[in-house]
């Protein structure tokens, strides 16, 4: 945390040389919120450390799909792919939060569950499959959270079409 | 702080079981995505007991052996369904418990009953639209999430709303606070069979909601807190309001303490049932008068201040137990704090404009309209295609009656958020449900549902 806390004041200074890293991994800022972007390989490993520096809980899990924004600003090195996860963890000692954006691509769409570390990820690592089909490896039990378990699709995606109620009569001609 | 010992042998070993593959029973619905019930006890593997008896907070290795022996045959014990219908299962809660007698052996919360894609819904509104729709997520403290929603976008787009607005959120979301609270003391009350509770609670709760409804206009989705400000400036008479509120609320508040905190049958049914400690609460994520009932010192309007709540005097209430009983006389104690904070407000209220005069963001006065085609433009533009907010992606969170209420949103620099998430507390907070319930009886499970105040809009979102 130390270096965080000294550039504060000197943010200004072009980073384009060397990429800020904090704990070994990528750091960017957005509306001066740290933001970590570990690659699929590194998150766990990534988790173990954060925890042991103090970042005691998980706040929230959460998917997005950029399947029509691949644009996105991104650190150099870092792919962007179809989804992301994000996770946001905080540590009460030093009232900090880390964020950390995860890239996982459309073919693969596989991450190693943080169960083992936050027991409080269970619930929205379920939410975070049952919304975009993301499968945590190790998960005790992902299954289908929000919406009723025999669902096909996964509705936040994106190319997932919104569901429409037929309306009875409606195709039938007018009177006039 | 708390540290986490853990023996990385017995995390294998826990995972391991965890993992193991196990017979599911042909009764049980199987499709492509697995099954949501709970499965009876003797086809379960180890690792799914193990982690319902709480095994993710790092049983020793004592304990765990303990919890495998600890395994009763199937026909001793029963499982049945609690809810989806229950009356106090606050909404539409289903659990199923595992019961041996009345002892409540494992129990699995099942929600989505109430799942209407909010967080889709946002995809598709703009940002002046969005609080009319995340004011339906948590119904008892609508204002808390139009505020994290309205303070996210305000991040994204660099803008800082005048003085007055801020104190004006400060005021409506603590009244809101202490409607929700008190909303909390009548439905506890009633899950308990304090009828006379419930009854005390609503009407107090009416006369908060009154006050809401002179300001926005209705009782709750108020829809009041939008980016850039607030919807409307507070009415004439509205210290009168307050005022009001604020000298009814001290004696009524006395009452509640006669009539329960005193009263041994209500202490009986509450003290140490459902207890957790600080260590539980964080790794499961649990926050609010949930976390802080056992002690620890942590509300993010003091440690992480956001709003004006660093220039307001009020003291963060602790439990010391975990248990049912303080985290009702927390919420108790929390509505005496949010008086003292609703007291600073109303003399600390700042003149001033009540939302943030900036051309992109706010829509021209409507008195302007009839004057100039070109307010009429800008009107007809910004409620039509709102405005267009800068790609970028910000978290905020603020402290509800419930917990840490945060939003989380993805803006592509159109005028609808890509991704809008919000991290509801009451999702978070029933996953502790399984492990408070455990050992516990049947009858208590109706205490500890109604302690944990789970508002099931914002559980399935």
């Avoid at chain 1, 005691?56 to 997005?64: A, E, F, N, P, R």
């Avoid at chain 2, 949010?338 to 008195?367: F, H, N, W």
């Avoid at chain 2, 516990?440 to 549902?449: G, K, T």
Wanted: aromatic share 8%; proline share 6%; net charge negative.
């Amino acid at each position: 945390m130390t270096d965080v806390d000294a550039q504060d004041g000197e943010v200004d200074i072009p980073t384009e040389i060397a990429p800020e890293t904090l704990f070994g991994t990528l750091l960017t800022r957005s509306h001066e919120q740290l933001v970590l972007h570990p690659t699929r390989e590194e998150y766990a490993g990534l988790l173990v450390t954060l925890q042991a520096d103090g970042y005691h809980s998980i706040i929230d899990l959460c998917g997005v799909d950029y399947l029509t924004n691949f644009s996105r600003e991104l650190p150099p090195g870092i792919t962007p792919e179809r989804f992301e996860v994000v996770v946001n963890l905080i540590n009460h000692r030093e009232h900090a939060r880390l964020r950390l954006r995860v890239q996982i691509p459309e073919s693969d769409p596989v991450l190693p569950t943080a169960f083992g570390l936050y027991a409080g990820s269970e619930a929205m690592e379920r939410e975070t499959f049952d919304m975009f089909g993301i499968v945590f490896d190790g998960h005790p039990d992902l299954t289908r959270i929000l919406m009723p378990e025999d669902w096909i699709g996964h509705p936040l995606r994106k190319d997932y079409d919104i569901g429409r109620i037929p309306v009875q009569f409606k195709g039938a001609p007018a009177n006039r | 702080m708390v540290v986490f010992r853990c023996s990385s042998r017995v995390l294998r070993r826990i995972v391991d079981l965890m993992t193991a593959t196990h017979e599911l029973p042909t009764n049980v619905n199987q499709t492509s995505e697995g099954a949501q019930e709970l499965t009876s006890a003797g086809v379960v593997a180890a690792g799914e007991r193990l982690r319902e008896l709480g095994a993710v907070l790092r049983l020793s290795e004592n304990d765990a052996l303990l919890a495998e022996r600890e395994q009763v045959s199937d026909d001793e014990t029963m499982i049945i369904n609690m809810g989806p219908q229950h009356p106090s299962t606050h909404g539409v809660l289903r659990l199923m418990l595992e019961l041996q007698g009345e002892t409540v052996l494992r129990c699995k919360p099942i929600i989505g009953y109430l799942h209407t894609g909010m967080e889709r819904t946002g995809e598709e509104l703009t940002y002046l639209q969005g609080p009319t729709n995340v004011t339906r997520m948590d119904y008892a403290a609508p204002l808390f999430t139009e505020l994290a929603f309205s303070l996210t976008v305000e991040k994204l787009l660099d803008i800082e709303v005048p003085e007055r607005a801020i104190w004006i959120r400060m005021l409506m979301t603590e009244m809101n606070r202490i409607s929700s609270h008190l909303l909390f003391m009548a439905t506890n009350g009633m899950d308990l069979g304090a009828v006379s509770m419930m009854l005390y609670g609503w009407r107090e709760r009416e006369e908060a909601l009154r006050f809401l409804q002179e300001v926005t206009g209705l009782r709750m989705n108020h829809n009041y807190i939008r980016p850039g400000g607030v919807a409307a400036d507070l009415p004439d008479g509205w210290r009168d309001g307050v005022l009001r509120l604020l000298d009814m609320l001290p004696p009524r508040l006395a009452e509640y303490d006669t009539l329960m905190n005193q009263q041994p049958i209500w202490r009986e049914r509450l003290q140490g049932v459902g207890a957790i400690s600080a260590e539980e609460c964080l790794a499961l994520g649990v926050t609010g008068p949930m976390l802080r009932s056992t002690g620890y010192d942590w509300d993010l309007r003091r440690d992480m201040p956001y709003l004006a709540f660093d220039q307001v005097e009020f003291d963060v209430v602790v439990g010391s137990y975990g248990d049912c009983f303080d985290r009702y006389a927390i919420r108790l104690a929390e509505i005496h704090e949010s008086m003292k904070i609703v007291r600073q407000c109303l003399e600390k209220m700042p003149k001033g404009d009540y939302r943030i005069q900036d051309k992109k963001v706010t829509p021209p006065p409507r008195a302007r309209i009839d004057e100039s085609m070109e307010a009429l433009i800008h009107h007809f533009k910004i409620f039509t295609e709102g405005f267009k907010v800068p790609e970028g992606e910000a978290y905020v969170a603020i402290e509800s009656p419930r917990g840490e209420l945060g939003c989380y949103i993805v803006s592509d620099g159109s005028s609808k958020p890509y991704r809008m998430h919000v991290r509801a507390p009451s999702f978070v907070n029933l996953q502790s449900l399984p492990h408070l319930m455990h050992g516990s009886l049947v009858a208590d499970a109706v205490a500890i549902i109604s302690s944990v105040d789970p508002i099931l809009g914002e559980v399935d979102r």
